[in-house]
């Protein structure tokens, strides 16, 4: 049984997935933050913002944390990990 969980597993992440989030409009429904508050906010650059909101990096475990702490939202409802469609 135990090795069949694992194929399992396997099968479902080696479909191509991705990490996408709301930041943008997080942002925007926080009093229209801009990315250079919320950099400050978690102790990055505005470009590491920018990049992280426009899906072109990952944040790190921490970073991701410390943004949903500044909109007190779930990890979950500020990045969402889907199939690529």
Known sequence: MGFNLLKAAQERFMTDRVIT???RM???LNNEMTQKQLAEAI???RQTVMAI???KYSPSLE???KIS???SLPLEEVFQYKEVE
């Open 21 to 23: 989030n709301s930041i």
């Open 26 to 28: 997080l942002r925007f």
């Open 43 to 45: 102790g990055v650059t």
């Open 53 to 55: 909101e426009a899906n």
């Open 63 to 65: 970073v991701a944390f």
């Open 69 to 71: 702490e500044v909109f």
